[in-house]
């Protein structure tokens, strides 16, 4: 079955520490996207990718850094200058042109967790 | 810049009871879409209508309805004969031009059996 898959599911990181957030998916999508999850501050998105070898800064790109090396992979970094990294992680995947019709498909997301 | 605002950070309802979640956006594009997602305890995200800015007409999809207000810039669910299923975080989203998906900051409801 085609879909995203994200890695893991929940992730411990120590103050200071580097960590990757893995997102793959097998549905052939171009476009690619991590959006982080707070309470009550719904969905911001950190990174997109519209095709591989490109991405472009969402509304909250600080502390965080992708690459997109393969159209399947879009891997997220929350690097150590992210001030408050706890939070929720999905990643989502669409065809460029469809996302008007709804056409995003999301990952089951990542819970990190700074200890 | 777009904005999603949604007012309402926990709603509930009695089943078989109707509910309507409250939703208003901004943007100064004419050509856009607009959505609610729902997030159940899965954290999965699920698309549960779309409706386009140029239509008049009020997307339906079963027991989920919108009310869409163009001038005032409006666009509440409405869910008809609540089951117990329908519990989750629902999520309000515009999308315009460069295809980034914009959300509100999402309404809990709890369906009461």
């Known amino acids: 079955d085609g879909g995203i898959t994200q890695s893991p599911k929940y992730l411990f990181r120590k103050e200071g520490q580097n960590v990757t957030l893995s997102c793959e998916q097998n549905l052939n999508h171009d476009a690619m996207y991590w959006y982080r999850q707070d309470p009550g501050q719904g969905l911001r998105l950190i990174y997109y990718s519209q095709i591989v070898n490109d991405f472009q800064k969402g509304d909250i790109a600080e502390g965080y850094s992708v690459s997109r090396e393969k159209k399947e992979s879009f891997p997220l970094t929350v690097t150590s200058a992210q001030k408050n990294p706890t939070a929720f992680y999905l990643c989502a995947s669409s065809i460029p042109g469809t996302g008007t019709l709804g056409g995003y498909t999301f990952g089951s997301g990542t819970r990190l967790t700074v200890v | ?113």
């Not at chain 2, 509930?12 to 004419?30: F, G, H, W």
């Open chain 2, 1 to 113: 810049a777009q904005t999603v605002t949604q007012s309402q950070p926990e709603m509930s309802v009695q089943e078989a009871e109707t509910v309507t979640l409250s939703c208003t956006y901004d943007t100064s594009e004419s050509d856009y879409y607009l959505f609610w997602y729902k997030q159940p305890p899965s954290r999965q995200m699920i698309l549960v209508i779309r409706q386009e800015a140029y239509k008049q007409q009020n997307a339906t999809e079963n027991r989920f309805s919108v009310n869409f207000q163009k001038a005032a810039k409006s666009f509440s669910l409405k869910i008809s004969d609540s089951q117990l299923g329908d519990a989750a975080m629902y999520f309000c989203a515009l999308i315009q031009g460069a295809q980034k998906l914009v959300f509100g900051q999402g309404t809990r409801l709890t369906i009461n059996p």
